[in-house]
């Protein structure tokens, strides 16, 4: 029961921290803001240096941003396993690394890249695709959210070029009165 506990709640953290990230601030980062295409999109940048090294406060508040979903579950999670809490945002923060490595040569390991595909888990060279071409290799942690991201990006786009035209005749309205 102890150690189902950790797993739970530190499967959980993972899930529902990469969940809200992607939802909440990725995705409507990627669709409404310049700020995170900007920091993790940028061809120079080395990315192991952007996601470990930094001091650029910029890219400290895009970590920052992306990784507030995963805190804010620590409340919950700690009333039930403080192990596994802590399991979780340890796991998280090495996966973080782990998945920007790929600026060395790294070739993931066959029999990990076997159980990360088992189990749906970003790999440093499924992640590098993101950086390269930001429509693709959605999930920072669990692939499965690839799909939805990109369906809840189509929706946010339409919203935003209604809300575009809706600004445009509006102005057209004014300038025509
Ligand atoms: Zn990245
Ligand atoms: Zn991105």
Redesign the pocket.
């Known amino acids: 029961m102890f150690v189902t506990k950790i797993i739970l709640v530190a499967t959980l953290l993972l899930f529902i921290g990469d969940f809200l990230s992607t939802f909440l601030y990725h995705v409507p980062e990627h669709v409404f803001g310049k700020f995170h295409t900007l920091v993790?999109h940028s061809k120079n940048r080395s990315?192991i240096h952007y996601?470990v090294l930094t001091r650029n406060p910029l890219v400290l508040l895009d970590g920052f941003l992306g990784a507030l979903p995963y805190f804010l579950f620590i409340p919950f999670g700690w009333q039930i396993s403080p192990i596994g809490t802590i399991v979780g945002i340890v796991l998280g923060e090495l996966h973080v690394i782990w998945?920007?490595v790929s600026i060395i040569n790294w070739q993931t390991p066959k029999a990990i890249a076997f159980v990360c595909k088992i189990f749906c888990i970003t790999t440093p060279e499924r992640?590098l695709l993101?950086?390269e071409d930001g429509n693709l290799a959605y999930g920072d942690i669990f692939t499965f959210f690839h799909r939805p991201a990109i369906a809840w990006m189509d929706f946010l786009i339409a919203v935003k070029k209604k809300y575009r035209r809706l600004q445009l005749s509006s102005s057209n309205n004014r300038s025509q009165a």
């Open positions: 993790h990315f996601a998945r920007h992640h993101h950086h």
